[in-house]
C-alpha cells in the first residue's frame, strides 16, 4: 500500500503541449511538497502546501501550477513543455508544517520534453 | 534491487557530542550520493554530495561524510553538535543506469541542550 504515490512513473510528451502529474498520499498528513531534480541531479524545492494552502512558492516559471484538491492530493500541471523542462519530479508529504518527522518521498517521475 | 538504508531511525544526543549517522546503499556499480537536511517546518536542504574524487567531502554547516566503497557506506559525521543540528537527516543515492534519486527512510536527530 504506497504512502505517496505519483502518476505516471514515466512521461514523454512534445515541446508546447500541457501535461499533469498527479500525487496522493494516504499518510493523513498535512503538507505535501513538490521537488524537481535539477540537472546538477539535487532536488529543489518548487511548492509546498498546507492543508490546500500554498506555503512555498519558489522560484518556478508561471507554467507551473500547482493544484491542491484536498490535503491527500497535490497536482502539478505544466503549461506550454519547454526542453529544459525534462527532469525527475517528486511529491513529498510530511505530517504538519512546523513538524519535519514522517517526511515521505513518492518515487519520482520522469518527464521527458522532445 | 538497489536500496539505501539508514539503520538509525531516532538518535538523541547532548550538545557537543560527536554525530556519526549512518547510510548503505545496495548497488555494485557507481554511485552518486547526497546528504539532505530537513530542520521543523522547513523544506530539504543539501548538505553534501559525494560524485568523484576525494571520498571524504565536507558540507555546510559543520558536516562531513566519508564514502566507503568496500563498505557501500556513505556515513555522515560532525565533531560536536549542536541544539540547532535537530532536524531529520536523509540519505540518498544516484544509481547509474537509473537516474532517479533512491532515498533512504530518514534519521530523526534530536539534540539536548
Known amino acids: 500500500d504506497t504512502a505517496v504515490s505519483q502518476t505516471p512513473k514515466y512521461l514523454v510528451t512534445q515541446m508546447g503541449n500541457d501535461k499533469s502529474i498527479k500525487c496522493e498520499q494516504n499518510?493523513?498528513?498535512?503538507?505535501m511538497y513538490w521537488y524537481k531534480q535539477d540537472s546538477k541531479k539535487f532536488l529543489k524545492i518548487m511548492f509546498s502546501?498546507?492543508?490546500?494552502?500554498?506555503?512555498i512558492n519558489e522560484t518556478v516559471p508561471n507554467r507551473f501550477s500547482p493544484k491542491s484538491p484536498d490535503k491527500a492530493h497535490l497536482n502539478l500541471h505544466i503549461n506550454s513543455l519547454e526542453l529544459g523542462d525534462s527532469a525527475v519530479y517528486f511529491c513529498a508529504s510530511s505530517p504538519q508544517q512546523g513538524e519535519s518527522y514522517g517526511y515521505t518521498f513518492g518515487s519520482g517521475t520522469r518527464l521527458t520534453v522532445v | 534491487a538497489q536500496s539505501v538504508s539508514q539503520h538509525n531511525h531516532h538518535v538523541i544526543l547532548s550538545e557537543a557530542a560527536s554525530l556519526e549517522l549512518g547510510c548503505n546503499y545496495s548497488y555494485g556499480g557507481t554511485v552518486n550520493l547526497f546528504w539532505y537536511v530537513q530542520y521543523p517546518g522547513q523544506h530539504l536542504q543539501l548538505l553534501l554530495k559525494?560524485?568523484?574524487?576525494?571520498?571524504l567531502v565536507k558540507g555546510i554547516k559543520g558536516f562531513e561524510a566519508e564514502f566507503i566503497k568496500s563498505k557501500f557506506s556513505f556515513n555522515l559525521r560532525k565533531p560536536s553538535v549542536q541544539w540547532s543540528d535537530t532536524a531529520e537527516y536523509f540519505c540518498d543515492a544516484l544509481f547509474f543506469g537509473n537516474e532517479k534519486l533512491t532515498f533512504g527512510t530518514g534519521t530523526r536527530l534530536t539534540i539536548i541542550p
Open positions: 559525494y560524485f568523484s574524487g576525494d571520498p
Open positions: 499518510l493523513g498528513h498535512d503538507t
Open positions: 502546501y498546507n492543508n490546500k494552502e500554498l506555503i
